[in-house]
């Protein structure tokens, strides 16, 4: 028998903590829950989950500071929490690290879809092998590891997904939609999501991200990749 996925819930509100971790409970998913980032970080220095789920605003570390320590040593999915709903909060929030985020006040069901597909994503990248070589793009799926030119990039686990995806569909233009439900395995979403996990793949990928040879937006559409650079 399978094991089940390991969730672990950081958020310091009682209520929601204790209603999080029963629902995910009672549709199969292990779950450790902790009150404080203290703690939460001390644990998964100890052992990484399936999914992590952080809420922004905790005692004694934020959620911020958690999610940054937790991707300087792991790619495990997570996902925020947070009562901040601005475009630009969720793009700092991007920007540190995280894979989702969910505005508070939440449905479970919602949140429950989410987790699941973190976990479909990490499972199928999980159970990739071979080493994927593609113009000066060379990736390992089995270390979720990437090189350009040779040189090796670091990516958070959501760039990760969308480069490999779009390595796999090469040539092909991509609507945002497409992309979130095809490389993140949402089935519904924000198109700016998209655009600003493509914006910070640019500047880890290309020579001059002002001006993308590999990740060419196409007007109307959304992009298209290339591997060996498209300078048209």
């Known amino acids: 028998m399978q094991e089940p996925a390991e969730v672990v819930v950081v958020e310091d509100d009682p209520t929601v903590r204790e209603a999080?971790?029963?629902y995910l409970r009672a549709h199969g998913y292990a779950v450790s829950s902790f009150g404080d980032g203290v703690s939460a970080r001390t644990a998964l220095r100890?052992?990484?989950p399936d999914v992590v789920i952080v809420d922004r605003m905790l005692p004694g570390i934020s959620g911020d500071e958690l999610c940054r320590d937790l991707r300087s040593f792991s790619d495990?999915?997570?996902m925020l929490?947070?009562?901040?709903g601005q475009v630009e909060?969720?793009?700092e929030g991007f920007q540190f690290g995280v894979d989702d985020y969910l505005a508070k006040p939440f449905s479970l069901r919602e949140l429950l879809m989410r987790v699941g597909a973190l976990v479909r994503r990490s499972q199928v990248t999980q159970a990739a092998v071979g080493e994927v070589r593609a113009g000066v793009f060379a990736i390992d799926p089995l270390r979720r590891r990437v090189w350009v030119?040779?040189?090796?990039i670091d990516l958070t686990g959501r760039e990760y997904d969308l480069l490999h995806f779009l390595v796999r569909n090469e040539g092909r233009p991509l609507g945002r939609e497409e992309i979130l439900r095809e490389a993140w395995g949402w089935s519904f979403g924000e198109a700016s999501t998209v655009t600003v996990h493509v914006r910070r793949l640019r500047e880890k990928i290309e020579?001059?991200?002002r001006h993308p040879v590999h990740l060419r937006t196409e007007w109307g559409v959304g992009y298209r990749f290339?591997?060996?650079?498209?300078?048209s």
């Open 81 to 84: 929490l947070t009562a901040l």
């Open 226 to 231: 290339s591997a060996e650079g498209d300078h």
């Open 207 to 209: 020579a001059d991200p």
């Open 20 to 22: 999080v971790g029963a």
């Open 76 to 78: 495990v999915p997570i």
């Open 46 to 48: 100890g052992s990484i």
């Open 149 to 152: 030119r040779g040189e090796e």
């Open 89 to 91: 909060d969720r793009i």
